[in-house]
């Protein structure tokens, strides 16, 4: 018992020197440790990382910046992003990564000469992105693996396909039921006032003078002489004859767009979207000669829609038109009308030819040529006589600054949605906005993007559109 206790505190204590039987557990508890330690110390020395090498392809050439420019109309950086991902997909299918950067600057210099906003930049970036993807060869076993997501489960998340009241709610517009008289009611909520009709320059009937409009605004107030206008291009005073020719030749040196206001380092500045030169520059366009408006100066010749007994279809009707004009010698006169249905389809579309000489056909606008006005025979009292019948005064009929094209038409008509009213502009009258701005904030589409002009068609189309999306919208609030 004693030897097995001094033996454990020998043990124990490790001052006693061992037996031969336990030298080698010490010895080899030694080398054990040392061998800890030694494997301890080398376990902390991290392989040195190596960066990844470029291929010479990509470090050869860099990527193109789009250069900074004060004032631009669209902000460099939102330039750069979409470059940068129009570079991404060209490089999937160009044969060199030049050739994807030449596509791909290609590209978005298009959409930023296409636009006149940030708004209408992004929107056409877009659909651009949208395109160059198209391009790329599909991938058969991407495809194949790719897991199908229901539209259901994207819009009301993991429990929206077992469950019915995050969708379908009972209280939703489904398309069918905004046609015939159920579209009919729900736009009358938009319908203009009276007040508003006046207050927007809308003609309305003389009280005591049959054939003759009225208007409310400031503007009718105004003494012209006859011989002495004002043009509505340049701003130039000029003067004309009797019979409305200018008495001395004279070019027009005016900027056709509009004025924008942008955002600049220290405040505001404002420039023409056509050429983005600053308020007083000299103009970028030239034309032959001086013209003006004058639609509301000659406030005579005017039809109303009148009360009709109910139709069949048990609503009054509901179109949305749009007129194009051009300059002649007594000022804009009709050239073109489209009448469309809620249905989006053309009940009517016709030529125009004006009652006096065409001096600027204005085609930038109209998109009206002379070859196009030729062969025209129908007059004004022609289109009066069809807009009479087609509609009554119950009709509604909606339009974008639809004033405009009523004083083209020498129409009066009281039952008006319009969009530059239901879509306000955030400084109010007298501004409004655009009809394409619109159709790009709210629709997501890029509209009057044809070189040759607009098309009345298009436009018409827009309006009826915006309207249908208005009331879906106004629809999902009042849930």
């Not at 291929?55 to 950086?77: D, M, Y």
Request: glycine share 6%; proline share 4%.
């Amino acid at each position: 018992m004693g030897n097995l206790m001094s033996s454990k505190t020998t043990v124990a204590g490790r001052s006693v020197t061992p037996s031969n039987d336990s030298e080698a557990p010490t010895l080899s508890l030694k080398a054990c440790t040392l061998a800890g330690m030694a494997s301890k110390t080398t376990s902390t020395i991290v392989p040195k990382r190596i960066a990844h090498v470029p291929s010479l392809q990509s470090a050869s050439l860099q990527r193109p910046v789009i250069p900074t420019e004060f004032g631009a109309k669209v902000p460099t950086n939102i330039r750069q992003r979409y470059l940068n991902l129009f570079i991404d997909e060209c490089l999937k299918f160009c044969s060199s990564s030049q050739e994807a950067f030449d596509k791909a600057l290609s590209e978005e210099k298009v959409a930023y000469e296409r636009s006149t906003s940030r708004n209408i930049y992004l929107n056409v970036a877009v659909n651009t992105l949208k395109k160059l993807r198209s391009l790329v060869p599909n991938s058969p076993s991407k495809t194949s693996n790719k897991k199908v997501v229901s539209h259901e489960a994207v819009l009301g998340g993991k429990l929206a396909a077992k469950t019915s009241f995050t969708l379908n709610r009972s209280g939703s517009l489904r398309a069918e039921d905004l046609t015939g008289a159920a579209l009919y009611r729900r736009l009358k909520e938009y319908l203009m006032t009276e007040e508003q009709l006046k207050e927007n320059g809308y003609p309305m009937p003389h009280p005591e003078k049959p054939g003759r409009a009225v208007l409310f605004t400031a503007e009718e107030k105004k003494t012209i002489d006859s011989s002495c206008r004002i043009c509505c291009r340049c701003g130039t005073e000029y003067m004309v004859s009797a019979s409305g020719n200018c008495i001395r030749k004279e070019e027009c040196v005016h900027h056709w767009g509009r004025l924008r206001k942008q955002r600049v380092p220290g405040g505001w500045e404002t420039h023409y979207s056509c050429c983005s030169g600053a308020v007083g520059s000299p103009g970028c366009q030239v034309a032959k000669q001086h013209v003006h408006d004058g639609r509301k100066e000659s406030l005579d010749g005017f039809v109303k829609t009148f009360e009709k007994l109910p139709t069949t279809d048990g609503y009054p009707g509901i179109y949305a038109l749009d007129c194009e004009m051009c300059y002649t010698k007594q000022g804009l006169e009709l050239t073109r009308v489209t009448v469309i249905n809620s249905d989006l389809k053309v009940v009517y579309d016709t030529f125009v030819k004006p009652d006096t000489k065409v001096v600027d056909y204005n085609t930038r606008f109209s998109g009206v040529t002379e070859e196009d006005l030729e062969n025209t025979s129908i007059t004004l009292r022609d289109v009066q006589a069809v807009l009479l019948n087609m509609f009554s005064a119950d009709t509604i009929l909606i339009g974008h600054s639809l004033e405009s094209d009523l004083f083209a038409l020498k129409l009066i008509h009281g039952t008006v949605v319009d969009t530059a009213i239901v879509f306000p502009h955030r400084l109010g009258l007298p501004y409004k906005r655009a009809l394409r701005t619109l159709m790009a904030d709210y629709l997501k589409r890029i509209i009057q993007d044809n070189v040759e002009g607009h098309d009345s068609s298009e436009d018409a189309r827009a309006c009826m559109e915006l309207m249908v999306w208005k009331i879906k919208e106004d629809a999902k609030v009042k849930r």
